[in-house]
């Protein structure tokens, strides 16, 4: 299924128009029936009171109970049906979200953005009465008619007061957004740097730097604090003015009703009803005005989804490919950086064919890891291509190609979740048998089930219990899970103690064996021990490639140039 092109466009796509359109047929019914009050006390003061009649008490009573009985179940109705539109546009979004900010995360490096929490911010305004108060807002003017109807003088006063509080709306608006946006903003801040302290909570024990990570993260609360309490400020006093108006002013309307009523231009009973639809067309402009926060967040959160789903381009599946043979081919491939647009890499090729481990070294900041990046398809070149078994990453497709390449980036991150589940790429339903045997290929078997439930030990991002080397180990394991044709190591052993590096060879050998191709990017001798090529980069460029044992002779003037060559720091 392609992404969603554009997120406004989709409210139809989805199916939730005729949700809407009943909440909306149900609001003319719910806003009918709030005239029921009004005619009653209408009819109470001016018929019941003044003939004395019980029949007529207990009929219109009678009336009104079945009345707001339907209002009741309409009500019901109304806020189960716009519950459902949240959730029927949640549950159609979440998929294409989700990916989205996978997609824009790995290949633009974009992340705290929103996204996930967007969609759930729309959701609640959805699902809030605040949207149920902008269904009822239009039916604002057909109270102050019925105000009209009973008296001008009683109109033009709701009139004026309801002009007054959809001016003091407006004001909210205007005047709160960009306190909400810079309060938002700081209190993401804050929360992202708390998230990144007890990420490193173990460096920032041990360095002593606790007071000053907590002196750090306390004023940066604090500022939060403070944006968010000034947004709120605004907003509360616009709310509380709105109430506090609003009682004023049905108090006016019953003060200037009981003078009419003296004046002998107005009845009681009206005056009553008066006042009572001066209450009902006030209240939804109340309501949206102390929820406005949440329309607020419910737009940008809107607006952030469009913009999401719409920077990423949309896909059409490509034909399914067969699982294709181990050759990989990189020609000429350049890369950019996108903030100084210098080369990070230029006129890089070479070739791996089917039983073939190639060896890639080179000096930190060389470009091995872009190197990397640009095989697995996490950075676009902006120039040459890259093939697998003659067919280029867009001909396989995102998924299929990520299907037939196992990856081990330099840094491992584990998921919530088993340790079965983390090696079969936290499939729904993991083939146990090839859980297992990817496991015993990268010889972490043996220590799985030391812990303490075996594969099913709970892990997850942060775990303690692992050590560095276990978490590469199962990394490499995950890398195997499928059977994939090439497998791309970065740094594979720069956790991994004498045995780890022996089981990474093991791994190699083996792929190597059943007619598949490894690249793996390293600096240290021991991981191209069992490469038949190697490749060279300096400062973005082939420096070197053929043979690893020619290409070593070639380099090698003395000890310190193969130190200095094979013993550099990770790109």
Same mark, same amino acid.
């Given at each position: 299924?392609?992404?969603?092109?554009?997120?406004?466009?989709?409210?139809?796509?989805?199916?939730?128009?005729r949700l809407i359109g009943a909440a909306i047929l149900f609001s003319v019914f719910t806003n009918l029936l709030m005239l029921t009050g009004p005619l009653y006390m209408l009819q109470i003061y001016d018929r019941v009171l003044g003939s004395r009649s019980e029949e007529t008490l207990v009929a219109l009573t009678a009336l009104v109970a079945g009345l707001y009985l339907f209002y009741w179940l309409i009500e019901y109705a109304r806020g189960r049906v716009m519950a459902r539109v949240g959730a029927r546009i949640?549950?159609?979004?979440?998929?294409?979200?989700?990916?989205?900010?996978?997609?824009?995360?790995?290949?633009?490096?974009?992340?705290?953005?929103?996204?996930?929490?967007?969609?759930?911010?729309?959701?609640?305004?959805?699902?809030?009465?605040?949207?149920?108060?902008?269904?009822?807002?239009?039916?604002?003017?057909?109270?102050?008619?019925?105000?009209?109807?009973?008296?001008?003088?009683?109109?033009?006063?709701?009139?004026?007061?309801?002009?007054?509080?959809?001016?003091?709306?407006?004001?909210?608006?205007?005047?709160?957004?960009?306190?909400?946006?810079e309060g938002a903003r700081a209190g993401g801040a804050a929360a992202k740097f708390s998230r990144q302290a007890e990420h490193g909570g173990e460096f920032i024990w041990s360095q002593g730097m606790v007071n000053a990570m907590t002196s750090r993260w306390t004023n940066m609360q604090a500022r939060a604090v403070d944006e968010n309490i000034a947004a709120n400020d605004w907003t509360s006093s616009f709310t509380a003015f709105s109430k506090s108006f609003r009682l004023f002013l049905q108090s006016a309307m019953?003060?200037?009703?009981?003078?009419?009523?003296?004046?002998?231009?107005?009845?009681?009973?009206?005056?009553?009803?008066?006042?009572?639809? &001066?209450?009902?067309?006030?209240?939804?402009?109340?309501?949206?005005?102390?929820?406005?926060?949440?329309?607020?967040?419910?737009?940008?959160?809107?607006?952030?989804?469009?913009?999401?789903?719409?920077?990423?381009?949309?896909?059409?599946?490509?034909?399914?490919?067969?699982?294709?043979?181990?050759?990989?081919?990189?020609?000429?491939?350049?890369? *950019?950086?996108?903030?100084?647009?210098?080369?990070? #890499?230029?006129?890089?090729?070479?070739?791996?064919?089917?039983?073939?481990?190639?060896?890639?070294?080179?000096?930190?900041?060389?470009?091995?890891?872009?190197?990397?990046?640009?095989?697995?398809?996490?950075?676009?070149?902006?120039?040459?291509?890259?093939?697998?078994?003659?067919?280029?990453?867009?001909?396989?497709?995102?998924?299929?190609?990520?299907?037939?390449?196992?990856?081990?980036?330099?840094?491992?991150?584990?998921?919530?979740?088993?340790?079965?589940?983390?090696?079969?790429? *936290?499939?729904?339903?993991?083939?146990?048998?090839?859980?297992?045997?990817?496991?015993?290929?990268?010889?972490?078997?043996?220590?799985?089930?030391?812990?303490?439930?075996?594969?099913?030990?709970?892990?997850?991002?942060?775990?303690?219990?692992?050590?560095?080397?276990?978490?590469?180990?199962?990394?490499?394991?995950?890398?195997?899970?499928?059977?994939?044709? &090439?497998?791309? #190591?970065?740094?594979?052993?720069?956790?991994?103690?004498?045995?780890?590096?022996?089981?990474?060879?093991?791994?190699?050998?083996?792929?190597?064996?059943?007619?598949?191709?490894?690249?793996?990017?390293?600096?240290?001798?021991?991981?191209?021990?069992?490469?038949?090529?190697?490749?060279?980069?300096?400062?973005?460029?082939?420096?070197?490639?053929?043979?690893?044992?020619?290409?070593?002779?070639?380099? *090698?003037?003395?000890?310190?140039?193969?130190?200095?060559?094979?013993?550099?720091?990770?790109?």
């Open positions: 299924m392609p992404v969603v092109e554009n997120a406004r466009a989709s409210l139809g796509a989805i199916g939730v128009r949640q549950a159609e979004l979440a998929g294409p979200v989700f990916r989205a900010s996978i997609e824009r995360s790995a290949l633009k490096n974009a992340r705290d953005r929103g996204g996930v929490s967007d969609l759930e911010n729309v959701r609640n305004a959805l699902s809030s009465p605040v949207l149920l108060a902008l269904f009822d807002l239009p039916w604002t003017p057909l109270f102050f008619l019925g105000i009209f109807i009973f008296h001008q003088l009683l109109g033009w006063l709701a009139l004026a007061g309801g002009a007054l509080l959809i001016v003091v709306a407006i004001c909210n608006q205007v005047l709160t957004a960009k306190k909400t946006l019953l003060g200037v009703g009981a003078w009419l009523v003296l004046e002998g231009q107005l009845t009681a009973g009206a005056m009553i009803a008066g006042s009572i639809l &001066l209450g009902r067309a006030l209240a939804p402009v109340e309501v949206i005005v102390s929820q406005w926060q949440m329309v607020q967040r419910a737009m940008s959160g809107w607006r952030d989804l469009g913009a999401l789903l719409d920077s990423l381009p949309e896909r059409e599946a490509p034909h399914a490919l067969p699982v294709p043979e181990a050759h990989l081919e990189v020609r000429s491939i350049a890369v *950019m950086s996108g903030q100084s647009r210098k080369p990070v #890499l230029s006129q890089i090729s070479f070739e791996i064919k089917p039983g073939e481990a190639l060896g890639v070294i080179g000096r930190s900041g060389s470009g091995k890891t872009t190197l990397a990046r640009v095989v697995v398809g996490l950075v676009l070149p902006v120039s040459g291509e890259v093939r697998l078994g003659g067919a280029t990453i867009e001909q396989y497709g995102p998924e299929t190609y990520g299907s037939h390449i196992g990856y081990l980036p330099q840094e491992v991150r584990l998921f919530a979740g088993t340790v079965a589940e983390n090696i079969a790429q *936290m499939a729904l339903n993991p083939d146990p048998e090839a859980v297992i045997e990817a496991a015993k290929r990268a010889r972490v078997h043996d220590i799985i089930l030391k812990f303490p439930d075996g594969y099913d030990t709970r892990i997850d991002e942060a775990d303690a219990q692992l050590s560095g080397g276990q978490r590469q180990r199962l990394a490499l394991a995950r890398a195997l899970y499928g059977n994939p044709v &090439l497998l791309v #190591l970065d740094e594979p052993n720069s956790a991994l103690d004498a045995d780890g590096s022996e089981a990474l060879n093991a791994a190699v050998t083996q792929m190597k064996a059943e007619g598949r191709s490894v690249v793996i990017m390293t600096h240290r001798p021991t991981a191209i021990s069992a490469c038949d090529k190697l490749l060279v980069v300096e400062a973005g460029q082939v420096a070197a490639h053929g043979p690893r044992d020619e290409v070593i002779k070639s380099m *090698m003037k003395n000890a310190g140039d193969v130190r200095r060559v094979v013993g550099q720091g990770r790109s």
